[in-house]
Each structure stands twice: as C-alpha cells, then as structure tokens.
C-alpha cells in the first residue's frame, strides 16, 4: 500500500485530499508547512509527496528542492497560480506534476495513481545494452545517467534526463508530442502539452550549443538531429 505526504497549510485541502486517497486505499501522512515536510522525508519516506507552494516557514519550491537533495521521492506540487515561471521552476527542481488550484481530487488521484506505475515500472526496466551515446563533443551515459559537454558534467532534472535519454534513442526519427508525452510520462499522463514545452525549453537551456539538436517540427512535435552542421 503507497503512502502520501500531503503538505498544505491550509487544513480543508489536507482533509479532502486525505479522504480521497484513503477512498483509493493510500496510507496518508499530513504536514502543515515545508519545513515539517522535509523532516517527515526524511524519517518516514512516503512513496509520493503532494506539495502546496504558497505556505509558511518554508515554501512548497524550497521544501521540495530539500527533499530532492536526499530523495528520488515524486512530487506533485500544488498552486493557485499557472505561470509558466512556477511550472519551469518547479520541473527545474524535479517534481513530477503540477496541479493549479482549485483542482478535481478525482484527477489528483489519478495523476497520483499514474506516476506511481511509472515509478514501479522503470524499477522494472531492463538495462541497455548501449551504454554510451556520443556525438561531437557530447557524451551520454545512460546506466549512471550522466551527461557530459567537452568533459563537463550537466547536471538535468530527472524528467530532462528520461526525455533526453528517449529522444536519444530515438534519434532522427520524426516524434509527434502525443508519442512524447505517452512514452516519457506516460500514455495516463493527465497533464497537457505545456509540459512537454517547458521540459524541451529545460533541456536545451541544459545542453547549450548542443540544443540545436533537437529540432522542432511544427504541427508534428520534436526530433533529435545528429546530423545538423
């Protein structure tokens, strides 16, 4: 049975999240500010973190930038607000969805119930057989999942890596945004097609020179090219 932090200052939103998740039979645990999120991680390891933003002591982007210091813990952070400047911050720390409020908790649960398979089956996936990918000076090691430009480490996000690592993969091959988001996130995915953008905007900030190489196919979705002079 998967457990859940739930973390939101205010008690109404942990109530109605709780009651939902045990509904679908999650174990529940609650905290009311980011600090206290923090320390339950780290004594309690949930399975999966909901995450308010806007809450005292320590804010949902600082708590969650805390807990990935120590945990590959999934995050789905919550807000009020849908700037694009909270989306790309929070997918910068490496959570795994983001929700706007006021939300459907129907749909939290199945985000929730989602990315949970998703973190069940890649436990369960084989290794590849090809290791290391390079190009120019571009080097990717897909086992220790590092990345390195002209002998420098570039540290991703882990969603930038898995995005990456498939477009890879799949190199100079046409990739509509429906097959994207199905095959990295996840064909249950329930976000939209913003998140694919803000990663594909995430990663070539990452890469730099090199992210002239994934080109944009308009109307069709995204390519990475290894042949671009």
């Given amino acids: 049975?998967?457990?859940?932090?739930?973390?939101?200052?205010?008690?109404?939103?942990?109530?109605?999240?709780?009651?939902?998740?045990?509904?679908?039979?999650?174990?529940?645990?609650?905290?009311?500010?980011?600090?206290?999120?923090?320390?339950?991680?780290?004594?309690?390891?949930?399975?999966?973190?909901?995450?308010?933003?806007?809450?005292?002591?320590?804010?949902?982007?600082?708590?969650?930038?805390e807990i990935k210091k120590f945990s590959d813990v999934?995050?789905?952070?919550?807000?009020?607000?849908?700037?694009?400047?909270?989306?790309?911050?929070?997918?910068?720390i490496g959570v795994d969805d983001y929700v706007i409020k006021p939300f459907s908790p129907k749909e939290l649960m199945l985000r929730i119930a989602a990315i949970l398979r998703r973190v069940e089956s890649s436990k369960n996936a084989p290794s590849d057989k090809n290791t290391v990918f390079t190009l120019d000076q571009l080097e990717v090691n897909f086992i220790s999942r590092i990345v390195k430009i002209e002998g420098k480490r570039i540290d991703m996000s882990p969603k930038e890596y898995d995005l990456f690592f498939y477009m890879i993969r799949n190199a100079n091959i046409a990739l509509t945004r429906e097959k994207l988001i199905c095959d990295v996130w996840?064909?249950?995915?329930?976000?939209?097609d913003r998140t694919l953008d803000t990663h594909i905007k995430l990663l070539r900030r990452s890469l730099g020179d090199y992210g002239k190489y994934i080109v944009t196919l308009r109307g069709v979705g995204y390519r990475f090219e290894t042949s671009i002079q």
Avoid: W
């Fill in 74 to 92: 999934p995050i789905i952070l919550l807000s009020a607000r849908g700037e694009e400047y909270d989306r790309i911050n929070g997918f910068e």
């Fill in 186 to 192: 996840g064909c249950d995915f329930y976000g939209d």
């Fill in 1 to 65: 049975m998967a457990k859940l932090l739930i973390v939101d200052d205010e008690v109404n939103i942990r109530n109605l999240i709780v009651k939902y998740a045990k509904y679908e039979n999650y174990k529940t645990m609650e905290a009311g500010d980011g600090m206290h999120a923090v320390m339950m991680c780290k004594d309690n390891e949930p399975d999966l973190v909901i995450m308010d933003i806007m809450m005292p002591e320590m804010d949902g982007f600082t708590a969650s930038r």
